[in-house]
DNA sequence: GAATATATTGGAATAAAATGGAATTTCATG
DNA sequence: CATGAAATTCCATTTTATTCCAATATATTC
């Protein structure tokens, strides 16, 4: 069965807890049996979970370079980024999750709401049901000025626009 | 468990004590288990908390060049950067630290104050809620430039703007 | 140098919140 | 229509946070 694929409807308990949908869990309980998770708070609005694995290959070149930390601000920087907008939890028995409260704000996921889970093949992503519609559509708009691109170098002329 | 990560409120008591967030008091005393870490003072205007390994191995290249010191005003000013600007602190039994007055002030981390704590996967940082604030908005929009970079490069093609 | 005042530290009690689980309801399937 | 599975809601328990107070240590004044 293919991992993490598929867009499903859920709902944001009064506690700020998810139930995700059974295919994800077991995606998840496939790659790592104690079902912990990561969480990333991702700059475009949405509440990413990943593997640990997967999020530790993610990180795992910059956070090799610890003496240049001292005196870089680019780097202490994105340590806060990942670290700040980064944590673990695991999937409880029940198959729930909890998501900080920062982060539900963050991502506009208030308690109590529906939400949509979207699989993105290495992990899921949580999103805000109307931020999921204008994301659609941006990937849609960029496909479509790339398709033109593509059209456009083809021919070997420069675009119209 | 991924160590030092999240973001959560706190608040300084009365006498400019912090009562550390549990997993972070837990990812310190894993390195260490007497529970002692440096605060360090951050140029940006936060407080750092870092194992006391993690402190020795950020500092160490500079501290090996110690036959420079006597030519260098750009060292002997990192040192006293360094220097002055750092200590040592031990966590107490019930997880809270004293923070110096002079660190305190410089950080505008007042007493009785609500206060962020945030993981950067090498250790902690305390921020001034406002503070903290900016912070985020300059990391989200260096992101959003660097991303539209990258659309923009990608379609090999000046934006529209 | 002693006594008083002040600040600092540690701890306990109370209040709040998060967690886990069970029960009921809903939905899908045979 | 009945059965099983899954989802949602609700409640009890445990854990965590906050506040307040006592004890100790430090500083100041006479």
Not at 47 to 65: H, S
Not at 74 to 89: I, K, P, Q
Request: one cysteine or more; aromatic letters at 6%.
């Amino acid at each position: 069965m293919l991992a993490f694929c598929g867009e499903e409807r859920c709902t944001i308990d009064a506690n700020g807890r998810l139930k995700l949908p059974l295919q994800f869990i077991d995606s998840f309980l496939e790659q790592d049996k104690s079902g912990e998770i990561i969480l990333h708070c991702l700059d475009e609005g949405a509440l990413a979970l990943y593997g640990v694995a997967t999020f530790k290959e993610m990180r795992y070149r910059e956070l090799q370079q610890q003496d240049r930390i001292a005196n870089s601000l680019l780097m202490r920087r994105n340590l806060r980024r990942f670290g700040a907008m980064s944590c673990s939890e695991t999937i409880s028995r029940q198959g729930r999750i909890t998501l900080p409260e920062s982060y539900r704000k963050r991502c506009a996921l208030a308690n109590s709401s529906s939400v949509v889970v979207v699989g993105i093949e290495i992990g899921v992503e949580i999103w805000n049901a109307e931020r999921w519609e204008k994301e659609l559509e941006a990937i849609s708009s960029y496909e479509k000025l790339r398709a033109e691109a593509e059209i456009n170098s083809s021919i070997e002329r420069r675009p119209l626009l």
